[in-house]
């Protein structure tokens, strides 16, 4: 798995910080990691973007960013009114093939969801997967209305023909409401895949030497960790 593209069910998922997890456990493991945001929306040039967040967590990583605007909007129209050029999913392809070329993996982080468009011609994060033959992992929320989302992003990953490695929870509550719990056993069953993490909420604000050290107990071992996903769901559902 030289390359995992890592996509959410929508925005403010988790997304970051689950690709920061996937890449502090993927350190601790020996492996040396490179982290590829294709295009970050909302930031200014002297703010640190997502990439920036997820090395001060997980630790030294290689980081890359094809392109940066100002709006926090989709990439698309993010550029286009910036009057910028747009990044183009080959473009995100080549990038992550060389970083993939000297390091053992390349996390390639998206914006938003599956399907929010990159550029003028609705280039997509799905299309860089493609053009990758990539597995993607799907970062969801935990309560009402994450079914859905998750089930239309798997269906369109299995309409393309790419490999849905699997699904994280991007923020667990601490008190987790009826249908949270009840979400743990039904995610992997709309996703057809199973559920491979749960990131606990407020990770993000964790000293980051104590991020490092418990997140491998957030992801499954198929990510580099130790969470013991039966256990998990034995635990939380009803």
Same mark, same amino acid.
């Given at each position: ?99 993939? &070329? ?37 970062? &969801? ?43 743990? &056993? ?53």
């Amino acid at each position: 798995m030289p390359v995992l593209v890592i996509t959410g069910t929508g925005t403010e998922v988790g997304k970051t910080v689950t690709t920061a997890a996937v890449a502090a456990a993927a350190r601790g493991a020996g492996r040396s990691v490179a982290v590829l945001k294709a295009a970050q929306t909302g930031v200014r040039p002297d703010e640190d973007g997502d990439a920036q967040e997820v090395a001060r967590l997980a630790g030294p990583v290689t980081t890359a960013e094809l392109a940066r605007y100002p709006d926090p909007l989709a990439p698309a129209t993010a550029a286009r009114r910036a009057g910028r050029e747009a990044v183009r999913p080959h473009e995100i392809a080549e990038a992550a093939a060389k970083l993939a &070329a000297g390091h053992d993996l390349v996390l390639v982080e998206g914006a938003g969801g599956l399907l929010v468009r990159f550029d003028e011609s609705g280039g997509t994060l799905a299309d860089a997967a493609e053009l990758m033959a990539a597995p993607v992992l799907v970062v &969801a929320s935990a309560g009402l209305g994450t079914l859905n989302t998750t089930e239309l992003t798997a269906r369109e990953l299995r309409r393309r023909g790419l490999d849905l490695l699997g699904v994280v929870i991007g923020s667990w509550p601490e008190e987790a409401d009826l249908a949270s719990r009840c979400n743990v &056993a039904d995610l992997p069953e709309v996703a057809g895949a199973p559920l491979l993490g749960a990131v606990p909420a407020g990770s993000g604000a964790l000293a980051p030497a104590d991020f490092r050290t418990e997140a491998p107990g957030w992801l499954a071992p198929s990510l580099f960790g130790t969470w013991d996903t039966e256990g998990f769901r034995g635990r939380v559902t009803v």
